[in-house]
């Protein structure tokens, strides 16, 4: 289902549409899936504490595995985004461990202490180094690997209360995102907000966006690429847009929800940030203009709640993954751009949109001006006499710094020149410089030693240049 866009609009959505490659039918209903960073594979866990690693292209298992000690149902899942690491999944059970998988081997090692309460989140940076974060229980808990391959974990601080309505409420963190070159923790609660720590000093947050829908509650959060804006799924009546820089909500994009089935379900920002893509309670998977909230189309379930839908970008294809909550059906969609210039280029022009979007005020003033100099002969006039005093103000300060620079190379010239006669002064006194050119002469007037004719005139040479004073 495609709508018209405006056409600054238009500039924010490809050409083609998602189209369903993969349909896999899945031995027991699953709790948690992630997509490999180069989108060859998808990884399944369910209530069992059973991992299955898919092959997207053909739909074939390619891994099982679990996790040793019986620590219970899978409930959160994440690939390591560093292809040279050799595949880790890093995977989060309904006892609070987390564990990290090495695929191709089928083997894990656990990862700090399990937690009161089930992995509800688990993110792993971008950059090099093996870092990780995850939300247990009441807890979210920094993993990274230190020098001599041992895993060091930090806890994040409680996050301040809103309100004394909630001071009462349970702290619950749903979802995790690492942003700024990883050294930022956004942490979205329940109740709380969304908080963002500095990761390298947990103890006071950097700043919090506070929901302003009724209720106050958080399902699950998304963050675009450019890390600009945040889409928070608020249980009662679609998506809320807000805004990292300001921490204020843009707009709202609706999506039809059953208050009878309050079940929390996952969004994710599509087309490099220009779309965003949710579940739904009535079998629909929406993928909406993150700029109008206008539908663009609907990825089909037929008859089932979607909850889980996560996205992967690489290179020339975009996937996403959706599971429904009622049969074992997942669904592979990829987007095609083409070839990867087709891609940057639709970035560049997403940030070409944004930026207009953002600065619009400043660009209407800009406007106006252009304008009223081009309409009022007056106001060309004093455009002219700004531009010749804007030119003799250059030209005063570089002929200031010039003079400046002038007076420091004479400085330093000075300098040389003394430090060259000291030089020329310790030479003459070390090597008795008076006589040296008559021995010099006797010794090569010798009739033992025959010295070419060139090599007397250089070192003559070199004695005149040390012997005049200068």
Known sequence: MATSLQPLQRLSRPAMDFQKVQEIWL???????????????????????????WAV??????????????????????WDREPGRGGLLYAGTEFGACYCFQVKEAEGSQIGSPKDGPVSAIEVGKLKGQLVAWAAGKSVQIGSMSE??????????????????????????????????????????????????????????????????????????????DEKFVAIVNLTSGVDLYSTRTRKMIRHVSIPLDSFNNVPFSARFVWEGAALVAGSHYGDVWVRNASTGEPIESLIHPGQIVQLVEQEVHRTHEIVVTVGNDNRELYVWVYEWGNIWRRRTFIARRRLEVFLRENSALMLQVLVALVAICLIPQSRKLLFIGYEA?????????????????????????AALSKLGEARGNVR??????????????????????????????????????????
Request: glycine fraction near 8%; charge should be negative.
């Open 390 to 414: 804007c030119l003799r103000f250059q030209r005063y300060i570089l002929e200031m710094i010039l003079g400046f620079w002038a007076a420091i190379f004479e400085q330093l010239a000075e």
């Open 148 to 225: 001599f391959g041992m895993w060091e974990t930090a806890q994040c601080e409680d996050p301040p209360t809103l309100a004394r309505a909630f001071e009462e409420e349970e702290v619950l963190p749903v979802g995790i995102r690492f942003i700024g070159r990883d050294e930022r923790l956004l942490v979205a609660y329940l109740h709380h907000g969304i908080v963002c720590w500095n990761r390298r000093a947990l103890g006071k947050p950097a700043w919090r966006i506070l929901p302003i829908h009724s209720g106050r509650r958080i399902g699950s959060f998304a963050v675009s690429p």
């Open 57 to 78: 292209e053909t739909g074939k298992v390619e891994q099982t595995f679990s996790q040793e000690g019986g620590q219970g149902g899978v409930t959160a899942l994440a």
């Open 27 to 53: 031995p027991t209903r699953i709790s948690a899936v992630a997509i490999s960073p180069l989108g060859t594979q998808v990884a399944t866990g369910d209530m069992d504490g059973v991992i299955i690693v």
């Open 429 to 470: 006194r070390w090597l008795g410089i008076e006589d040296m050119e008559e021995r010099l002469q006797e010794f090569v007037c010798s009739p033992d030693i025959e010295i070419p004719l060139v090599w007397w005139r250089k070192c003559k040479n070199v004695l005149h240049w040390v012997r005049k004073d200068r």
